[in-house]
């Protein structure tokens, strides 16, 4: 498989790149759910410094920083293979707005989760970051389903 994404389609950097962000993602959720809920009667760990749940959740927030600035480098560097020809305009439109916004989003949450730490920020902007990422990502993941599952056009084959 060739490194770089093209007229083959999605390079193996761009994959790997893809789902390690995804694989972050779904770790981070859950991890800053109980790091949440942990002073609500929901059992926490107790634990402070690096090694405590906030610590993990810092970490992890900072690894998806920075596999989103890897990302976008990669992509200004790189060419993004043709449109699937299953796609409407409609949905090349969407699709474009919505990587562009997905993208953003993995520099906003943890922006916002910095200014939660160091600046007291309001934590509500935290949250309304990953509810307007999982809006953002309901939409790549129901148009991949809709050409995958419903169509049966392969999509999902674009990315493996």
Sequence with gaps: MPIKSGIH??????KLLHWLTVAAIAAQFPIGYRLHHRDSGAPG?????PL????????VGLTILTLALTRTLWRVSTTL???ADYLSGLERTIESVNEKVLLTLLFVIPGTGFLFLVADAPFAL?????????????VHVGLVLRHTVVHRNRNLSRML
């Design 9 to 14: 389609g999605y390079g193996s950097v761009a």
């Design 45 to 49: 760990d107790g634990v402070s410094g």
């Design 81 to 83: 293979p043709p449109w």
């Design 126 to 138: 935290h949250v309304s970051a990953q509810l307007a990422f999982l809006c953002a990502l309901t």
């Design 52 to 59: 405590s749940l906030q610590g993990l959740h810092i970490a």
